[in-house]
């Protein structure tokens, strides 16, 4: 393996066997790979998921529209969506460092439990009719700075919970449910807003991670291995891992494929104008709709029938292969002007879109070292973050400037080009393998 050293055998914690089981024949090759559920710690780790996924996505519905509610205007969700950026930016890059100094189930414990108590101060301000748009973008950065603490150390210690061969059917498993949620998580606030109301929404997901908090305590110590815990989690600990970055190109070029593919290729702040005008006989609401749901349906497909990617060894081919691909699928959207084929490219981009997320994270998973692996993910984090807001000013200029169809057909053509010009210039990713 094309790796400084293998995380299946870094833990002292309890060490996963490998599967000797023999590679599954006939359509079972196509199905998800659920080899990973048999590790119970990881299984306990996935299963909290299942409820965050959907619970998490309550909260994102209830607090732009208690919002606008409240204020009438759109530039206000937008000034709260700011307002969570910011401290998670900030606190996700700390979080990567702090997480490879200290016990990653302890500091999991700890955000997932001041996540949870954010959710319950959000119920609390919204059933007692505070309507204060000031003190839901506290609460907002608030959670958010938890997010960013412990979104890093919850993907670092997959590592440690799953052998090196199974990183990408973990990152299937784990892609797919959130996926899941995103889809799922929507439509559900939608019908229960007007059944139990908006503050019960915040309700909900704070017991939804109460389940989250008993799964991580469940968990095995995941202390620091080697030396690390006496290390501080400061500056120089992240700008040593920015460091580690530039060092080690295979994990340069993956943090970059994903920011080609999410600046120059994801559309969705012109869905709007593309339902009113280009889809609009359709029916404006139902247009966005189904545009906004493309994306996260075909990412679910294509982590169900993972099977066929999850076992593949070219790790670096894969990621190049699936943001290419996603480049030509959003050049397809951008040129189709029928709402179904438009579907069909989005949900192609989709598919796309959980190859590469599954193959990037196996590569930041798998080509770093263990006491580095906490800094990696808080990038991760960022990027993944940050390169759709950046989109979203970068396609909302251009569409303004060359119209929407353009945009995004420039923008997925851009995607193919840049993507193989960095794969033809930089060989460390073609030739990453496992």
Not at 228 to 239: F, K, Q
Not at 326 to 352: H, K, R, Y
């Amino acid at each position: 393996m094309d790796t400084s050293e293998s995380s299946s055998t870094e833990t002292g914690t309890e060490e996963p066997a490998a599967d000797e089981a023999p590679p599954r024949s006939g359509w079972r090759r196509w199905a998800m790979d659920t080899r990973p559920l048999r590790i119970p710690a990881y299984r306990r780790l996935w299963s909290s998921t299942i409820v965050t996924a959907v619970g998490s996505q309550l909260t994102a519905v209830a607090v732009p529209k208690q919002i606008y509610d409240i204020t009438h205007s759109s530039a206000w969700v937008g000034y709260a969506s700011l307002a969570g950026l910011v401290p998670m930016v900030a606190f996700a890059l700390w979080g990567g460092a702090v997480a490879d100094t200290v016990d990653r189930r302890k500091l999991l414990l700890v955000t997932n439990s001041g996540i949870a108590v954010t959710s319950l101060l959000f119920w609390t301000q919204a059933v007692t009719g505070l309507d204060s748009v000031g003190v839901l973008m506290v609460l907002l950065a608030l959670q958010q700075a938890f997010f960013g603490l412990n979104a890093p150390a919850r993907t670092a210690s997959i590592a440690r919970l799953v052998p090196a061969h199974q990183l990408p059917a973990a990152n299937a498993l784990g892609s797919t449910v959130m996926q899941t949620g995103l889809v799922a998580g929507p439509l559900l606030a939608g019908v229960l807003i007007p059944v139990i109301g908006l503050p019960e929404l915040y309700l909900i997901d704070a017991l939804a991670l109460c389940v989250t908090v008993w799964a991580v305590h469940r968990l095995p110590a995941l202390p620091p291995l080697g030396g690390a815990a006496a290390r501080r989690a400061g500056l120089r600990e992240i700008a040593d891992g920015f460091r580690y970055i530039s060092r080690h190109k295979v994990l340069l070029l993956s943090f970059l494929a994903d920011i080609v593919a999410m600046v120059f290729g994801m559309p969705r702040a012109l869905f709007p104008q593309l339902a009113a005008q280009t889809y609009g006989s359709w029916g404006e609401g139902f247009a966005l709709g189904v545009l906004f749901a493309g994306i996260p349906v075909g990412a679910v497909l294509g982590g169900l029938f993972s099977g066929v990617f999850s076992r593949a060894r070219r790790h670096g081919w894969m990621v190049i292969g699936s943001v290419v691909g996603w480049g030509v699928a959003i050049a397809g959207f951008g040129l189709t002007g029928s709402l179904w084929l438009a579907v069909v490219f989005l949900a192609a981009a989709g598919v796309a879109d959980m190859v590469s997320m599954v193959f990037r994270g196996a590569i930041l998973l798998s080509a770093a070292t263990d006491e580095m692996r906490g800094r990696m993910q808080g990038v991760f984090t960022v990027v993944v973050a940050g390169g759709p807001r950046l989109a979203d000013v970068l396609h909302g200029t251009a569409g303004a400037a060359f119209g929407t169809r353009a945009a995004v057909a420039g923008g997925g053509a851009l995607v193919v080009v840049v993507m193989l010009a960095l794969a033809c210039a930089v060989p460390a990713l073609r030739r990453y393998r496992v």
